[in-house]
């Protein structure tokens, strides 16, 4: 079995290998849960960039290990920005302990967005170096398209989640 496939068979089996059914319709995932959609995210930007790229499976590889490369630099950005995120959702319930922090976490979230933003573009620099006109703006036109891709991995997982769920 080539790299490809075996990449998009894990891609496709992630959801069956879940341990079950979990608090699916909280607004914060555990950890776990955390961790497998961080996978599939990554194994589905790994497989549509490789794809818009016509890569080999040597070079799928090695593009997912860039990715995740990327990603480590990432995820403690997000970590936080789900943090402040928390906060807000806090304040919007009404918590008034979470009153005076609202400013402060909507200021930090914004910075978080653009220096995610920075290293997205520093990503797309990366990937795109070298490469014809037609190939950088698949590179491109992938890239703008994933984070609406997860968000709709994100709602479908969080759907199946509670179709099981008892």
């Known amino acids: 079995m080539n790299a490809r496939a075996l990449l998009l068979l894990c891609f496709l089996a992630a959801p069956a290998w879940a341990e079950g059914p979990t608090k699916a319709a909280a607004d914060d995932s555990s950890p776990e849960e955390r961790a497998q959609l961080e996978q599939r995210a990554r194994l589905m930007a790994t497989m549509q960039i490789a794809e818009a790229l016509g890569l080999d499976d040597a070079a799928t590889l090695k593009l997912k290990d860039t990715l995740t490369r990327w990603d480590t ?13 928390q906060v807000l959702r806090r304040a919007g319930r009404g918590d008034t302990t979470a009153y ?66 008892p």
């Open 73 to 85: 630099q990432k995820a403690p950005l997000r970590q936080e920005m789900l943090d402040l995120a």
């Open 100 to 165: 005076n922090q609202v400013d402060p976490a909507i200021k930090r979230i914004q910075e978080i967005r653009t220096q995610l933003q920075q290293i997205d573009q520093a990503l797309f620099q990366q990937l795109s170096a070298g490469l014809p006109p037609q190939k950088k703006a698949k590179v491109a036109l992938v890239m703008a398209k994933l984070p609406q891709a997860m968000r709709e991995m994100v709602k479908t997982g969080k759907a199946l989640q509670r179709e099981a769920s």
